[in-house]
Nanobody
Framework: DVQLVESGGGSVQAGGSLRLSCQAS????????MGWFRQAPGKEREGLAA????????IYAASVKGRFTISHDNAKNTLYLQMNSLKPEDTAIYYC???????????????WGQGTQVTVS
């Protein structure tokens, strides 16, 4: 089993930055595909970025490309999302996810965290 816990959310002004973390625990060896998602009030969950842990290849949604960066630290078993140039429309609950198969920005990941709130004013 895999457990995912997000942290690093908070309230920032437009143009500011935040770095989200997703700490993975349990049996994580084969759950190497990971992604970041968000859900704003009244909207569907949206895929933002995905990565194959241990590799350099990443994909991003058009809404965050050039502003957000996904990365993974294998030694710490932690996924990160560096968010720069934040906009009010980035306000949402942010989730991380993991799977042993490739889903990219889709919602088919097997394991999900409980989310962390990001508010941009």
């Amino acid at each position: 089993d895999v457990q995912l816990v997000e942290s690093g959310g908070g309230s920032v002004q437009a143009g500011g930055s935040l770095r989200l973390s997703c700490q993975a625990s349990g049996y994580t060896r084969n759950w190497r595909y990971m992604g970041w998602f968000r859900q704003a009030p009244g909207k569907e969950r949206e895929g933002l970025a995905a990565i194959l842990t241990g590799a350099t290849s990443t994909i991003y949604a058009a809404s965050v490309k050039g502003r957000f960066t996904i990365s993974h630290d294998n030694a710490k078993n932690t996924l990160y999302l560096q968010m720069n140039s934040l906009k009010p429309e980035d306000t949402a609950i942010y989730y991380c996810a993991a799977d042993r198969l490739y889903y990219g920005l889709g919602l088919g990941y097997a394991f999900w965290g409980q989310g962390t709130q990001v508010t941009v004013s």
